[in-house]
């Protein structure tokens, strides 16, 4: 378990850069942390390290977001906005899971049961409005 203290939002992205360096295919990164927290910050730049051509935002009214070009496509995910388990369901995860990109889900907690044993989970906290403490386990 180790501990990032980030001051920025800009700290937060490069942390995510950072961590796309010890990515490999078929990985699943689980996200949690309270609204604002800096989960979709830190997917940004993930992405970006991973050569995505688009930049990540939020996923909302599309469930997924997929970004490609890059040395692996990622699929994006938030489990805030799905409304309930049977739409979390629908979604068909396995197929994205167990695919040879690698999948980000922002509230992974929100429906635990569906994530891969294997997945890697990594938490966000806001300790004041500009400092995060984010922990990889
Ligand atoms: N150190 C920091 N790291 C990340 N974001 C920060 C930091 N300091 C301030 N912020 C601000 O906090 C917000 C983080 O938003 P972000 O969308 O990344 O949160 P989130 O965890 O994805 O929230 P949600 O649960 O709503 O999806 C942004 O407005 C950002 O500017
Ligand atoms: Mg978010």
């Given at each position: 378990?180790?501990?990032?203290?980030?001051?920025?939002?800009?700290?937060?992205e490069?942390?995510?850069?950072?961590?796309?360096?010890?990515?490999?295919?078929?990985?699943?990164?689980?996200?949690?942390?309270?609204?604002?927290?800096?989960?979709?910050?830190?997917?940004?730049?993930?992405?970006?390290?991973?050569?995505?051509?688009?930049?990540?935002?939020?996923?909302?009214?599309?469930?997924?977001?997929?970004?490609?070009?890059?040395?692996?496509?990622?699929?994006?995910?938030?489990?805030?906005?799905?409304?309930?388990?049977?739409?979390?369901e629908?979604?068909?995860?396995?197929?994205?899971?167990?695919?040879?990109?690698?999948?980000?889900?922002e509230?992974?907690?929100?429906?635990?049961?569906?994530?891969?044993?294997?997945?890697?989970?990594?938490?966000?906290?806001?300790?004041?409005?500009?400092?995060?403490?984010?922990?990889?386990?």
């Amino acid at each position: 378990m180790a501990t990032f203290i980030s001051n920025s939002p800009e700290e937060t992205e490069s942390f995510g850069r950072q961590f796309a360096g010890t990515i490999k295919s078929g990985d699943v990164i689980a996200l949690i942390g309270d609204l604002g927290s800096g989960k979709t910050q830190f997917v940004k730049g993930l992405a970006s390290a991973l050569g995505a051509t688009t930049t990540a935002t939020s996923p909302t009214f599309t469930l997924i977001h997929e970004y490609s070009g890059g040395r692996l496509p990622i699929y994006h995910f938030d489990f805030f906005r799905i409304e309930d388990r049977s739409s979390a369901e629908r979604l068909g995860l396995d197929d994205y899971f167990f695919d040879d990109g690698v999948s980000v889900i922002e509230w992974a907690d929100r429906f635990g049961d569906l994530i891969p044993q294997s997945a890697r989970w990594i938490s966000f906290e806001t300790n004041s409005e500009t400092q995060r403490a984010i922990t990889t386990k």
